[in-house]
Structure formats: structure tokens, C-alpha cells
């Protein structure tokens, strides 16, 4: 089986987990395939509607599905568009890593002094940070997590913010790398920490095999902020926030966040719902958070981006 992925050494730590597991299941060898994709080759957030911001992490791989150059593709969640290319889908997820963000060089956000420079590249985190502690001095910050580190350790940031789960499939989730934010507070994005697992509709044996590695909970997790994000028509600069787990009794609890890229205007929302229809309860918040004044607020942000942006 060929697994494409994005060749950086966290998608590449993804694909190996997913390769082994499925090598364990006795689905046959697998073979890596890294693919270069237009995010990787160019920053900054991709232009027209919201889908375009994120299919610039995904397009080069699910092209490969389609010529069949690969037979899987396996993504960070987060980095997955709404909308899937046409005869593709998602065909599970693996168990969740964790979801929360991970403040690294303080012990704490309290504890950094007024005018404390973050660095960050997510416009997500950065609402967050901003609507917790407006006097910091929040940053946008490039580069994979090493490079992102090294800049912390040579004193170019006071803290810097990282999801926790890159952290953890690097190797890199130990003590002094950092404290993790209360996800209720600081709600993750949409998808993050998990797997999503592309290929061809079409292809039953391939969907056979990734069920076998599907954790059931993660991908009803996923579906539930999937719909949410895609209802609300989210993109990668609007500060969105997503985070489905499971409440016992076979319900999940959604949670929600969104707000002004300054922190300077935010709402949320918390909603229960059966497990077995994830995606509605994703829809039902995204229509309560529409009622509370989302919609506006994401529109807002997609100006204040287009502002910064030029």
C-alpha cells in the first residue's frame, strides 16, 4: 500500500504511525510517499473562498489519489478542507493525540510579564491569547516546530504556543517543552490532534482497511467539527474553534469559539449530542453560534485579515 503525505518530518512521523498500524492489522507492506504541496512551497494564507486556504496542504495529495500514484493519503485534520475533491472521502481516523495547545518557555500565560512577546501561526491562538491577556505582544512566528523552537531558546520570543500533539508524535512532549492551556478556554481547531485518513470513494478495500484502524469516537469527533467549521464557512485566517469529546452514554459534547483576530470581540457555545449523528450536532452549533452573531464576527475577521494582509 502506497501512503502519501506531505514531506515534513511531523507528516512523515504521521504516515510511519499509520503504516505501522495498518503493517500490524496484516494490511501488507507499506510504502511512504512524500509529495510536496503548494502550502509547503509558499506561505501565507491562499487567496478566494474559504476551502482554497486549506487545499493548498491537501490538492498536490489528493491529486496522487486520483491518477492513483497513491493509495491512501494521510492528512492533519486540521489541514483538511471542508470540501473533499470529487470521488474522494474520509475513511477514518485513528485514536486522537491530544488536542490541547501547549504554551512553551513559561509555566504559565499568567505568568508572563506585561508586553511579553508570543509567537504563534495560528490566527486562532492568537485571538486566544489576545482575549486572555491583552497587553502581550503577540507574533506571527514561521517554520516547522524545531525551527519554531530554536528561535524560543535563542530569546526571539518569551513564549511561543504549539499544539501539543506535534509535539508529542516528534518525541519533543516532555516537561520542559512546555504547559498545555486549558482546551475549554483555549478551544482547539477543528480537527487538531487527530489523523483524517483520504482515498478514493470508490476503493472498498482501502475503506475496509483504515475502519480497522479507526478509532469510532475520533472520527464521530472529527465529523462533529467538520460540520461545524463547514456550516460556519471557516477558512485558516478566520479564529475558529472546535472541539468535539466523548460525554459517556453515547453522546459527545461540542464546544465552540470564535472571535476578532485581536480578542477584542468573542462568543461560544457548548452543545451535547448523539454520537451516532456527528454532524448534526456540528450543524446545531454552528446555527446557535450564527443566532449569537458568528457569522458577522467571521466576516469581520476576514476583513481585518484582507487589511493585514495588504
Do not use: Y
Not at 119 to 143: F, K, M, Y
Amino acid at each position: 500500500m502506497r501512503i502519501g503525505t506531505r514531506g515534513s518530518a511531523l507528516a512523515l512521523a504521521q504516515a510511519r504511525l499509520v503504516a505501522d498500524r495498518l503493517e500490524i492489522g496484516q494490511q501488507g507492506e507499506c510504502e511512504i510517499v512524500a509529495i510536496s504541496t503548494s502550502g509547503d512551497r509558499r506561505r501565507g494564507p491562499g487567496p478566494g473562498a474559504p476551502d482554497e486556504d486549506k487545499s493548498r496542504w491537501v490538492a498536490e495529495l489528493e491529486d496522487a489519489l486520483l491518477s492513483r500514484k497513491i493509495d491512501l493519503a494521510v492528512h492533519s485534520a486540521k489541514d483538511v478542507p471542508g470540501e473533499l475533491g470529487e470521488g474522494l472521502a474520509l475513511l477514518g481516523a485513528p485514536a486522537r493525540a491530544a488536542v490541547e495547545d501547549v504554551l512553551c518557555g513559561a509555566d504559565r500565560l499568567d505568568g508572563l510579564a506585561p508586553g511579553a512577546r508570543v509567537g504563534t501561526s495560528s490566527v486562532r491562538r492568537a485571538a486566544q491569547l489576545r482575549a486572555a491577556r491583552e497587553d502581550l505582544e503577540v507574533v506571527e512566528i514561521a517554520g516547522n516546530v524545531d525551527t519554531r523552537l530554536g528561535k524560543l531558546e535563542r530569546g526571539e520570543f518569551d513564549a511561543i504556543v504549539l499544539a501539543r500533539a506535534g509535539l508529542q508524535r516528534l518525541g519533543l512532549d516532555g516537561g520542559s517543552v512546555g504547559t498545555a492551556l486549558d482546551p475549554a478556554r483555549f478551544v482547539p481547531a477543528p480537527g487538531q490532534g487527530a489523523l483524517a485518513l483520504e482515498g478514493r470513494a470508490d476503493d472498498v478495500g482501502l475503506r475496509n482497511a483504515a475502519r480497522e484502524i479507526t478509532d469510532a469516537e475520533t472520527f464521530a469527533c472529527l465529523l462533529a467539527e467538520r460540520a461545524l467549521a463547514r456550516d460556519l464557512s471557516a477558512s485558516c485566517h478566520t479564529p475558529l474553534g472546535a472541539w468535539a469529546a466523548p460525554a459517556g452514554g453515547d453522546h459527545l459534547d461540542l464546544r465552540a469559539w470564535v472571535g476578532l483576530p485581536d480578542g477584542s470581540a468573542w462568543v461560544s457555545d457548548e452543545l451535547r449530542g448523539p454520537i451516532d449523528d456527528p454532524e448534526a450536532l456540528g450543524r446545531d452549533v454552528a446555527e446557535r453560534l450564527s443566532l449569537a452573531g458568528a457569522g458577522e464576527m467571521l466576516s469581520r475577521a476576514e476583513e481585518m485579515a484582507s487589511v493585514g494582509n495588504g
